[in-house]
């Protein structure tokens, strides 16, 4: 298809070396009007469906073109194989796709490959359609033939560019043929562009050979465009180009991230009609070496958390309460293996971003949503597939969490095709889905990685102390903020893993501030991981919890986002007391009842009171108190 169009500028440039002007044998005369041929415009976008027709054979190609952007794409059959040319003048490359093999060119040097030429407008260069060439040549005079004709049965206006030896031995001629707007009105109209091209014929006999030849080029659809999809412009999904330059760097993930995930697969020579789905809420925290995954399974719904500071994965099941304490092994979608040791994947080897040579795409849509995609390669099964992944585009700057403008990358769906082998030679390519919803950057959370339940009849301690009441409503409003430096801070200046701060509760009082915790003891023995460095046993890290909040080493920062402004909150001298239970409701502290006033640590375990027993009934309980109309021996 693309050598034929360059025929067309091999005729012209051969015919001005050796015809010329001679009787009119074969060119027909020309009619005096000052109807001239239309231009189509060089900066102008416009779909084209071709239909050659040349020696017995139909070819059919589509051409997209874009003058603004300077960008021209192809599509045809060759030898029944679907090819594509993907022509990026402003990048200087040239892009083929032959079935699923991809090339990549420079285009200055590849031109002639294309039917796309390059001409100079302005002073500048600028890629062109072969229409456009034809009709914007200085070289070509075409001569207004006449209106009687018809194409396709559609009344046209004709112009014609011919030339003859004298002796009648060689010709060419070129015959464009546009709609009569006065006479014909297309299905789509185009206000700017009335008459549309839908022919341009070639004639032409050379002086050493006995028979003229006919090629025929219908253009069967034009189409202006004042929006092209993004997708026409960029490569097939699943096609990776090596040496393709590389436009966009893959976004960097969050260390710490959350999301839904629903994981599509067809089974094998199904044809996409049948496979599985599975969904699944998975939470990564790099910094605290944690990852919690909840799935289904067996009718029931199952957590599991998986602490690579112990080599420990705590299996929950949400139906019967059981749990189930092993090792991490190196066969799980969150672990890297080194030696005998498991570590937890950073974020570019969770989305399989590490050394894969992602190279972008551009801009495509998954359920409507405009996305940035990047291709890469990985190995699979010793076989090398490619990957995709969908990032939420900048032009889209809003999500379901109400940001409009967001600061960290949103990945919207992964697709991994790779090989399904169907006989000794073939092979089939299968796609995997992942789709990805609610991502968010979701800072650790206590209650979300709790390991109590695996540990109801080990040892264990719980404690509550005070914090100032000044701010309170910072606390209130930044609360998982605050509770992640908390749980921070103590991890760091009691010595234990971080699962072992576990239960945290945090209680308002008009008296102050109130933090509940529970502390596990150091599991018996601990998997494939190097030793922890910092990891006491139960008493000796209480004896450190106590040294820490004596010597005011216990200080919370956290930050607001009500005002965008950092906190220290210190932890009140000597307000630590080891409690019971208060998670069963009442407990019993050691504290000191002076002249029949009771201390804000009463008050907020009354608080819980109210949270176990019913907040109108506990409220209702906590005035009375106050006001000393009943006594509670227990305070």
Not at 360 to 376: A, E, M, Q, S
């Amino acid at each position: 298809m693309s050598n034929t169009w360059t025929k067309l500028f091999f005729f012209v440039f051969f015919v001005q070396l050796n015809f010329t002007y001679a009787q009119n044998t074969v060119c027909q005369p020309s009619f005096p009007t000052d109807l001239k041929i239309p231009n189509l415009p060089v900066d102008g976008r416009f779909q084209v469906f071709i239909e050659k027709n040349s020696d017995g054979i139909t070819e059919e190609t589509t051409e997209i073109y874009n003058g603004k952007e300077n960008v021209g794409v192809v599509t045809y059959f060759l030898a029944s194989i679907k090819t594509k040319m993907y022509s990026y003048f402003n990048l200087n490359e040239l892009i083929t796709v032959a079935g699923d093999v991809c090339k990549v060119y420079p285009l200055n040097k590849s031109i002639e490959l294309t039917p796309f030429q390059i001409i100079n407008v302005n002073g500048s260069q600028h890629i062109a359609s072969p229409l456009t060439v034809l009709l914007f040549s200085q070289q070509l005079n075409f001569n207004y033939i006449g209106s009687n004709s018809f194409v396709r049965g559609i009344p046209v206006n004709e112009w014609q560019y011919c030339l003859e030896s004298p002796q009648g031995k060689s010709f060419l001629k070129i015959t464009v043929s546009f709609s009569d707007d006065k006479k014909w009105t297309p299905a789509v109209p185009i206000n700017s562009f009335p008459s549309i091209p839908l022919q341009v014929s070639i004639q032409y006999k050379l002086e050493n050979e006995s028979n003229s030849k006919s090629e025929f080029y219908s253009i069967t659809k034009f189409r202006e465009f004042v929006i092209i999809p993004e997708e026409d412009y960029f490569t097939p999904k699943g096609i990776y180009c090596p040496g393709r330059k590389n436009l966009k760097e893959v976004p960097q993930i969050p260390d710490s991230f959350v999301f839904s995930s629903q994981v599509v697969a067809p089974f094998p020579n199904s044809f996409d009609k049948s496979g599985i789905i599975e969904t699944l809420f998975e939470e990564y925290n790099l910094e605290n070496n944690l990852f919690h995954m909840t799935y289904s399974s067996a009718n029931s719904l199952s957590d599991e958390i998986h602490d690579y500071s112990t080599g420990l994965v705590y299996t929950f099941d949400r139906k019967t309460g059981n749990c189930i304490i092993s090792n991490i092994t190196g066969s799980s979608v969150d672990t890297n293996k080194n030696g005998s040791f498991v570590y937890l994947r950073n974020p570019n080897q969770i989305f399989d971003l590490d050394g894969s040579n992602a190279q972008f795409v551009g801009l495509k849509r998954v359920n409507g949503i405009n996305c940035n995609v990047w291709i890469g390669q990985r190995d699979f099964n010793g076989i090398n597939s490619s990957i995709e992944w969908y990032f939420l585009s900048d032009f889209w700057n809003s999500t379901d969490s109400g940001i409009e403008k967001k600061n960290y990358p949103v990945p919207i769906q992964i697709i991994m095709y790779f090989p399904v082998k169907q006989s000794q030679k073939k092979y089939e390519i299968t796609e995997l889905k992942y789709n990805i919803f609610a991502f968010s950057p979701v800072p650790f959370i206590a209650r979300d990685y709790s390991i109590s339940g695996c540990h109801e009849k080990s040892p264990k301690k719980y404690f509550t102390f005070e914090l100032g009441a000044d701010l309170s409503h910072l606390i209130r409003s930044n609360l998982y903020e605050f509770k992640r430096s908390l749980i921070k801070i103590l991890h760091e200046k009691i010595k234990v893993t971080i699962l072992r701060i576990s239960q945290m509760e945090i209680e308002f009082d008009t008296n102050g501030v109130f933090v509940f915790f529970t502390l596990l003891d150091k599991p018996n023995s601990y998997g494939p991981v190097p030793y922890p460095k910092d990891d006491l046993p139960l008493e000796d890290a209480a004896i450190e919890l106590k040294k820490a909040i004596e010597s005011d080493k216990i200080q919370i920062e956290f930050k607001s986002y009500d005002d965008n402004d950092e906190y220290i909150v210190p932890v009140i001298k000597n307000s630590l007391v080891e409690i019971g239970n208060y998670k069963e409701g009442f407990v019993r502290i050691n504290t000191q009842n002076k002249n029949g006033n009771f201390t804000g640590t009463a008050i907020a375990i009354v608080t819980i009171v109210a949270t176990v027993n019913g907040i109108v009934f506990g409220l209702f309980l906590t005035v009375l108190i106050k006001s000393k109309k009943i006594n509670l021996s227990f305070l």
